[in-house]
């Protein structure tokens, strides 16, 4: 068989293994992902030295820290990603949900309700824990995942993947709903973008380059997940302890992951009583800062910004600070340079916040929150798929109502138009 063949033969074991998906019970969906969780914990040895080759290749590829991070797997990580598995358990079946309905005059009964996509491809970057996520969210919301998790996690994703097939196996549902194509290379990555009929939604994770290239070049659907260029605008009514709290751990709690905070905007009328401890506070976390002129004039250690500073989702501890004149002018910087993920205010200013509210166009616009909250999970929907910054069907953490369409019943007696 050829290589493009081996390609197809696994698309459609994943298409016809979801058809068989998308009529089983709740319970047994459920009784798959508890298997999947309890491979998880039993399997950690197991996991963790495949993910030690992928590491090391990484290592030896120089990928960066940012993406060594998101590439690790350990035992807390995992028995987190068991944990995740679970909370989707707990989660309401979205399948069968009635959305609306009506009686018509002449009697016929219409209902819209919630179907699952069928097969959703993901295609996505030395993220193992999105092919755990993934996967459960796609099988409780009935569909199957044909799953690109790159070369940098290869290792990794082939155990994790063998493992969800195991599982589900052994409870009785199809296995082969779950499919990792990373043998394939790029040329697969190609080929899923193109696999109308037998993929119905792509989703990619990763760099703005990889998301790019997937939103050109496939002819499947693609729900599009964006890069963050994360903004925190510290208002001139703002509390300073809370300043302080919701800054540095929107950048410094976890620096590598799309809803870290980037770029720091202070009102001129907070700056000078707030910028020198907000950098130290920043500085002392390990972040390396730069800024305009006026953020340099007011708290030392801070280096020249470019403009190419405000436009760079570092994943990283480097953070851009500006000093700006008014909301307005916060509001402008925001429209130019985010990328719509998330923006937040910290204020006290009850019509500040209301009309920061009103005026981002970003997925998620946060008041007096960490930008770190930007998360399927901190939002309740269990393990997340991405977060989308496009406007159609899904924005914002992509949970399993996501992972659906809809189609309408209609039930009649006879009738004729």
Not at 85 to 103: H, K, N
Not at 201 to 208: D, E, F, T
Not at 234 to 245: I, L
Not at 335 to 360: C, G, P
């Amino acid at each position: 068989m050829s290589h493009a063949d081996l390609f197809l033969a696994k698309l459609e074991r994943a298409r016809v293994a979801a058809q068989s998906l998308a009529t089983v019970t709740t319970a047994q969906k459920n009784a798959g992902l508890e298997a999947i969780a309890r491979a998880l914990e039993s399997s950690v040895p197991e996991i963790v030295a495949e993910n030690a080759k992928d590491l090391a290749l990484g290592a030896q590829n120089d990928i960066g820290e940012g993406l060594l991070d998101r590439l690790r797997l350990d035992e807390a990580r995992l028995r987190g990603l068991a944990e995740a598995v679970r909370a989707v358990i707990a989660l309401p079946d979205p399948v069968g949900e009635v959305l609306r309905g009506s009686t018509l005059a002449n009697g016929i009964k219409i209902n819209q309700v919630r179907v699952p996509f069928g097969v959703v491809g993901a295609i996505y970057e030395a993220r193992p824990n999105v092919t755990i996520d993934i996967a459960a969210l796609a099988l409780k919301s009935g569909n199957g995942a044909v799953l690109r998790g790159g070369t940098a996690a290869e290792n990794s994703n082939r155990v994790l993947v063998a493992l969800i097939q195991r599982a589900l196996h052994s409870v009785g549902l199809n296995g082969e709903a779950v499919q990792t194509i990373d043998e394939f290379g790029r040329e697969g990555a190609s080929r899923l973008m193109r696999a109308r009929g037998y993929i119905d939604v792509l989703i990619p994770r990763g760099s703005a380059g990889l998301i790019s290239t997937v939103v050109q070049e496939s002819t499947v659907p693609v729900i599009e997940t964006g890069s963050g260029v994360v903004h925190v605008f510290v208002d001139a009514s703002a509390d300073e302890e809370m300043a302080v709290g919701i800054i540095t751990n929107a950048k410094t709690h976890r620096p590598s992951v799309c809803n870290a905070a980037e770029t720091l905007l202070v009102h001129r009328d907070a700056a000078e009583r707030m910028l020198p401890r907000l950098a130290r506070a920043l500085q002392d976390g390990g972040v390396e800062l730069s800024g305009d002129e006026a953020a340099r004039a007011a708290a030392e250690g801070i280096a020249p910004a470019t403009e190419e500073t405000w436009s760079t989702e570092h994943l990283a501890l480097a953070m851009g600070v500006r000093i700006v004149a008014s909301l307005d002018e916060a509001l402008d910087h925001i429209a130019r340079y985010s990328t719509k993920h998330t923006e937040a205010i910290v204020t006290q200013d009850y019509a500040n916040s209301e009309r920061f509210l009103a005026e981002v166009d970003s997925a998620v616009v946060m008041v007096n929150a960490s930008t770190r909250f930007t998360d399927g999970g901190e939002f309740g929907f269990g393990a997340e798929v991405g977060i989308s910054t496009q406007k159609l069907h899904a924005r914002g953490p992509m949970g399993l109502s996501e992972l659906t369409s809809t189609k309408w019943l209609v039930r009649g007696g006879g009738q004729i138009r």
